[in-house]
């Protein structure tokens, strides 16, 4: 008897026409080409300010008193958060009083959660 061979897909994947791609470094993709403020986040400016929050706020969450002690993805590490967001505006980005110390578990559920149901309203 012949063994069976495998015959190679006729149709490759393709990418999906409307819309975006699906995943976390498409959207983070999409999000770097339509919003090229992003690109500050990524300045020594920024990680200068972040620090200063940081120190002014003594490592510790504005709004509960918690103290930001994680490193890296630990959902208890220090994140600044821009207490209005500032969708690009340069003045808002920058104002040190406009930061805020927050864990990154907060940060990346709660206070997204809120801007994202502001922006539906």
């Known amino acids: 008897m ?3 061979k495998t015959i190679k897909p006729l149709v490759a994947t393709l990418p999906p026409l409307i819309g ?3 995943g976390e470094k498409a959207r983070d993709q999409h999000r770097r ?3 090229p403020w992003r690109a500050w986040y990524n300045t020594p400016r920024w990680e200068r300010l972040r620090r200063l929050a ?3 706020d003594v490592y510790t969450r504005q709004r509960s008193g918690e103290i930001c002690s994680g490193t890296r993805n630990d ?3 220090p994140v600044a958060n821009h207490k209005i967001p500032h969708h690009g505006d340069p003045v808002l980005f920058w104002d040190i009083n ?4 927050v864990t990154k578990r907060i940060h990346d559920a709660l206070i997204q959660a809120e801007e ?4 539906n309203t």
């Open 54 to 56: 940081f120190e002014r």
């Open 116 to 119: 994202r149901r502001a922006a």
């Open 98 to 101: 406009n930061i805020e110390t």
């Open 33 to 35: 080409q339509t919003q």
């Open 20 to 22: 975006r791609a699906k």
């Open 2 to 4: 012949a063994k069976l």
């Open 75 to 77: 959902p208890n590490t």
